[in-house]
């Protein structure tokens, strides 16, 4: 039977199938073969990020605890910033970084995964469950992230992004875009939760 609720999970397992097969494509478009140093990419890593988030709220559907709630805001936000940071700060600012329709899994991961978790947020999750702390758990991941590049790539020799290279740019200009970023995703977030507080007092009324 087509209930909201079949509907909701089929979006789940299908998108979750879509954007795992975008990743794992997109990790072997360089070399030609599955890219294991792929996986220091925060876009694969957020990637499947969805794809596990999204399994998971599939088989917590029925739960009635805060857990799933705090997944729905870690994979939101976590995704969001590989979007926006993508089209709105490395296309524009990298002659070699590729538009997101150039091929097939760079749309996928750089753009559709976003969409589908959006659009996931919008017409399917109960609004009412995010507060401010789903946000700072949603921020982590992307904070934990740049403190490890930041700490360790002149040691390994590898920085992900031009914007996490204190040795291209050097530290102030490092910690500059840290915080363009940080601002980026606390004004995300703030809206996120001012948007679904505001969705609870109008189905009230």
């Known amino acids: 039977m087509f209930t909201k609720q079949n509907i909701h999970k089929l979006y789940l397992l299908v998108s979750s199938l879509v ?8 990790m072997s478009h360089q070399t030609g073969s599955f890219d ?23 088989v917590l559907y029925n739960s009635k605890g805060k857990f799933r709630s705090y997944i729905s805001a870690c994979v939101l936000v ?10 709105l700060i490395l296309v524009p600012s990298i002659p070699e970084a590729e538009m997101v329709f150039s091929y097939y899994s760079n749309f996928v991961t750089h753009l559709l995964s976003m969409l589908l ?24 991941f992307p904070f934990i992230y740049w403190v490890v590049f930041v700490s360790i790539g002149d040691i390994i020799d590898y920085y992900p992004y031009f ?4 040795t291209e740019i050097g530290w102030i200009m490092t910690l500059i875009w840290f915080a363009i970023i940080l601002l980026l995703v606390v004004v995300l977030g703030f809206l ?9 007092k109008k189905n009230k009324i």
């Open 78 to 87: 976590s995704i969001s910033v590989t979007g926006l940071v993508y089209n």
């Open 19 to 26: 954007v795992l097969h975008g990743t794992i494509l997109i």
């Open 163 to 166: 914007f996490m290279n204190p």
């Open 192 to 200: 996120l939760v001012l948007y679904d507080k505001n969705r609870v």
């Open 117 to 140: 978790v959006l659009f996931n947020y919008f017409f399917f999750e109960k609004k009412g469950t995010f507060t401010f702390k789903h946000i700072l758990a949603g921020m982590a």
């Open 36 to 58: 294991v140093g792929a996986f220091r990419a925060y876009t694969v890593l957020s990637n499947y990020l969805v794809v596990i988030g999204f399994m998971l709220m599939l």
